[in-house]
């Protein structure tokens, strides 16, 4: 079992929205939470992940009240969280909101942002994407608010990526929408892997708990048996450990307790199966360990923020045709 790519397995991106910008010296401009804007940009989302792929110049990147850092064409940001952000030329310039500078919706074709006094220039491409599920993986918490991508440590993989986003998104093509929709979900998965293999100035993410034997094991146990009736004792001795020692060292470094871990794992294959399965909810509840109807329905509100049913319902419906790749 590769847990790794079981979790992001469950990563589905629902939809996104891309457009492109020119900024020129002197500039700045911030956004907020995408909490705050999410549901303007695609329908029904509660939150949107963010990057921003450097073409073109340099400028400097914050996420909500973190270090100003630097980054030059070919460098993406990626903001996992949607946390609000700022750009600018230099650490003193002062922002003007980003909404203030977008042209108004609906936006007819791929919109585009120029913007600045005038100086030396910088150009992006910047997505929104859209996801539930990544806010429900424990082991895809306490990444970086904000990740520097540098363009001259990533792998031919995430290059290529990103020059076929660009070349789609510069000579718009017959499937064109399809086409990025699919590649920015892989840049998005490619991104998250290259991130995680990397050193962090801080604590380890708790997805490096997957190189603790114990814990892995832990990981393993449950991800090949998610509706088994499983307890921390018998986990405990699936993994060859004692109960005390598995809690504490699973909680620590997962950031949950493995119960905890073991419902939300759950609600994402549940999540994902509503989507890619005809199955009755009955069905799918008892696919993911559940044999009351009413304990699926109220987990799966907890984290979900509404029935499976409605949930199901608004996902199936067709997206809107991402605003950047309308031809």
């Avoid at 850092?69 to 990626?78: P, T």
């Avoid at 946390?83 to 600018?88: G, R, Y």
């Avoid at 997805?207 to 405990?236: K, M, Q, Y």
Wanted: hydrophobic share 45%.
């Amino acid at each position: 079992m590769d847990v790794l790519s079981d979790v992001l397995s469950a990563v589905r991106l629902s939809g996104s929205v891309l457009f492109t910008a020119e900024f020129s010296a002197p500039f700045g401009v911030a956004a907020p939470p995408s909490e705050q804007f999410a549901q303007m940009l695609v329908p029904g989302a509660r939150r949107l992940i963010m990057f921003h792929l450097i073409t073109e110049g340099r400028c400097m990147a914050r996420a909500g009240n973190g270090e100003m850092l630097e980054a030059e064409a070919g460098d993406m940001l990626l903001m996992p969280y949607g946390d609000a952000f700022a750009l600018a030329d230099g650490e003193d310039s002062a922002p003007c909101s980003m909404f203030e500078v977008m042209p108004p919706l609906p936006w007819a074709g791929p919109p585009s942002i120029v913007y600045g006094g005038g100086g030396a220039s910088m150009r992006l491409l910047c997505g929104f994407l859209h996801t539930d599920e990544l806010l429900l993986q424990p082991l895809l918490a306490d990444l970086p608010r904000l990740i520097v991508i540098r363009g001259s440590e990533t792998m031919p993989r995430l290059q290529a990526l990103k020059s076929y986003i660009l070349e789609e998104m510069s000579s718009p093509r017959a499937g064109g929408a399809s086409m990025v929709q699919r590649l920015v979900e892989l840049l998005f998965v490619e991104s998250l892997r290259h991130a995680l293999l990397q050193r962090f100035d801080g604590p380890a993410p708790p997805l490096a708990a997957i190189g603790d034997p114990i814990v892995n094991r832990a990981l393993v146990a449950l991800h090949d048996s998610p509706s088994f009736d499983w307890t921390v004792e018998g986990l405990a001795r699936a993994t060859a450990t004692s109960r005390s020692l598995l809690a504490e060292r699973f909680t620590r470094m997962v950031g949950c307790p493995p119960m905890e871990y073991l419902t939300r794992w759950r609600m994402q294959m549940a999540a994902r199966r509503m989507l890619d399965r005809p199955d009755p909810l009955t069905v799918i509840a008892e696919s993911v360990g559940y044999t009351s109807d009413n304990g699926f329905n109220r987990t799966f509100r907890r984290y979900f923020g509404e029935p499976p049913a409605r949930w199901r319902k608004r996902r199936k419906s067709p997206p809107p045709v991402p605003a950047a790749t309308q031809n």
